[in-house]
């Protein structure tokens, strides 16, 4: 079945600190990528996501590139701030999967210092 | 757009009481809703899939008479935890889907933290 696996936390970064959190997958389709973020007390809320093979995905200074070759979808920021800290979920969504489920890793949380 | 809503955001229940749980999107359509569950400093669970006028697809080793589900328009969806006991106590998740467009982005409500006393 598809599965994601993403590194585990706690990271802990100084502020402009360059950030990385891998993130592989399985999938048996043709997968659309995702990262949430989620911030403490709150839902998740969409990061970026790509589609298919070679999308980059980007927002809020965040970058993710769909990597088929290596089933990965790393997230990346060049300089994180206090108000990055938060708990990021990798995930996918396969479409060949019934309600297109998505299925997530086990988060990886970040917390960033002054 | 595409705001998904949760209400309420916070219940404290007696043990044995049942609580509902409502999901709305508020500025589009949603034929399937989804109910997660998370525990502390843990990732989502999936409970099961609502689709709109049928009966909600539940994963395995959910009991679907514990937590009722009911997706009775294309706006709103509700999850009624039966008879709840302290275990119950979790961080529910609910998502939406849009009907139109390319449908595999899910919205994500705000959450609900139930706490069964």
């Known amino acids: 079945g598809d599965s994601v696996t993403q590194m585990e936390g706690p990271v802990t970064l100084s502020e402009e600190a360059f950030l990385t959190i891998n993130c592989t997958y399985t999938?048996?389709?043709?997968?659309?990528l995702f990262w949430y973020v989620q911030y403490p007390g709150e839902g998740l809320q969409l990061l970026l996501k790509?589609?298919?093979?070679?999308d980059k995905g980007s927002n809020k200074g965040f970058e993710a590139t769909y990597r088929k070759e290596t089933t990965s979808f790393h997230l990346e920021k060049g300089s994180v701030q206090v108000s990055d800290s938060a708990v990021y979920f990798c995930?996918?969504?396969?479409?060949?999967?019934?309600?297109?489920?998505?299925?997530f890793g086990g988060g990886t949380r970040v917390l960033v210092k002054p | 757009g595409a705001v998904v809503s949760q209400h309420p955001s916070r219940v404290i229940c007696k043990s044995g009481t049942s609580v509902k749980i409502e999901c709305r999107s508020l500025d589009f359509q949603a034929t399937t809703m989804f109910w997660y569950r998370q525990f502390p400093k843990q990732s989502l669970m999936l409970m099961a899939t609502s689709n709109e006028g049928s009966k909600a697809t539940y994963e395995q080793g959910v009991e679907k008479d514990k937590f009722l589900i009911n997706h009775a328009s294309l706006t709103l969806s509700t999850l009624t935890v039966t008879s709840a006991h302290p275990e119950d106590s979790s961080f529910y998740i609910c998502?939406?889907?849009?009907?139109?467009?390319?449908?595999?982005?899910?919205?994500f409500g705000p959450g609900t933290r139930l706490t069964v006393l």
């Open positions: 998502s939406a889907r849009e009907t139109s467009g390319s449908g595999y982005e899910q919205f």
């Open positions: 995930a996918l969504s396969d479409r060949g999967a019934a309600g297109n489920k998505l299925t």
């Open positions: 999938a048996t389709g043709y997968p659309s």
């Open positions: 790509a589609t298919k093979a070679d």
